[in-house]
């Protein structure tokens, strides 16, 4: 080599591109995207078994939830707890739904100007940080399943919520509907605990 060529080093960049995938699982899990959820309980349950679907595959908590279209019924983005496979602490069921939603409308806010509303079904009831994102991601309804007290139960912290946080987010337009299949969804918890699955929290402020 000529000396006075010099050799050009790959940059490397000092912070990674961060990239959120679902499990690839998902995609086949599913039904085909003509397919109609007719009932809050249909809904629910899709949520229910992609929780459980999780956990039997190994790809996460037991955490599972999905937007959908309110006016058609249809699926928008599911949504499963990667929190331990992705290595952010924020990739809850419910903000990857949210997340995935967002990336297939091409916008930051479900309820923008020109789309359908929608909804997010979840198969627990979100924590603090969750809760915290619903008002921003633009849906006009929530539906959850298990409870707070049923994720405590097995041992997850869900934060410091507001007591009156149903209350909360009607106040800003978005409906709350709790309790849906909630036996079947804090079933897969329990199951999940007695497998002896990871039980992440924060640090409590310790």
């Not at 000092?14 to 309980?41: C, I, K, N």
């Not at 309110?70 to 983005?77: E, F, H, P």
């Not at 410091?160 to 149903?166: D, I, L, Q, R, S």
Request: hydrophobic content about 40%; overall charge negative.
């Amino acid at each position: 080599m000529p000396q006075s060529e010099s050799r050009i080093e790959p940059r490397v960049a000092r912070f990674p591109t961060f990239e959120l995938a679902l499990p690839e699982w998902v995609e086949s899990f599913v039904p085909p995207a003509d397919h109609v959820y007719a009932t809050a309980q249909e809904r629910m349950r899709l949520a229910i078994d992609l929780s459980r679907q999780n956990i039997e595959q190994g790809t996460g908590g037991p955490f599972g939830a999905a937007v959908f279209d309110l006016d058609t019924g249809r699926l928008v983005a599911p949504g499963v707890n990667v929190v331990v496979s992705s290595g952010w602490s924020g990739a809850h069921g419910e903000m990857v739904a949210y997340a995935i939603a967002q990336r297939i409308l091409g916008s930051h806010d479900l309820g923008g100007e020109g789309l359908a509303r929608h909804e997010l079904v979840t198969s627990c009831e979100p924590c603090s940080m969750c809760f915290g994102a619903t008002p921003w991601a633009g849906i006009k309804r929530l539906v959850c399943g298990a409870t707070e007290v049923d994720a405590r139960a097995i041992g997850f912290d869900e934060g410091p919520k507001p007591a009156n946080w149903v209350q909360a987010l009607e106040e800003r337009g978005i409906e709350v509907i709790e309790g849906i299949l909630r036996e079947d969804a804090s079933q897969v918890l329990r199951d999940y605990a007695t497998r002896g699955g990871a039980i992440y929290n924060g640090r409590l402020g310790q």
